[in-house]
């Protein structure tokens, strides 16, 4: 969003407050509308018919509610990617998202997924999803396999 979305913005929280029946003030306006710049109007306006469509709470949503309606929760982006890495698995090749390819590694890795029955995919799913969820910027390798190698050859051409 930019400053020229401000004030559709304001009338979509004013509605939100509205429809739970709280009160908001233009710093809480203000503070969401900074927190949540990075997104479109138009996905702000969808997380907002989201939230109002399933909240059952009173008061104005946490920020942190808006973000789930953007990204979805957790699990659900476990899933998906796990959707990611099956589609490759038919087409044979190897997801690039770092993300992915860390839970990937962390369940036995790529070639190890290649040799597995659809039975033993199911294991491998809980799996998948348990370490994709506990994925984050902290405890992301630094250096994903492969990469060092790829690393050390730009080092050399300096």
């Not at 959707?83 to 369940?107: C, F, N, W, Y």
């Amino acid at each position: 969003m930019n400053f020229k979305d401000e004030p559709r913005f304001t009338q979509i929280i004013l509605g939100m407050a509205d429809n739970s029946r709280d009160e908001i003030s233009e710093e809480g306006i203000a503070m969401r509308f900074d927190m949540l710049k990075d997104f479109s109007i138009e996905d702000i306006e969808k997380a907002a018919k989201k939230i109002l469509m399933s909240r059952k709470f009173k008061g104005m949503p946490p920020i942190a509610e808006f973000y789930d309606a953007l990204h979805g929760c957790d699990k659900m982006q476990a899933i998906d990617a796990w959707g990611t890495v099956m589609k490759h698995l038919q087409s044979g090749a190897e997801p690039l998202d770092p993300k992915i390819s860390e839970g990937i590694r962390r369940i036995g890795g790529w070639d190890c997924l290649t040799r597995r029955t659809y039975d033993e995919l199911q294991w491998d799913e809980k799996r998948f999803i348990e370490h994709y969820e506990s994925l984050d910027e902290k405890n992301m390798p630094v250096l994903i396999d492969g990469k060092v190698v790829e690393l050390l050859d730009r080092v050399g051409e300096v």
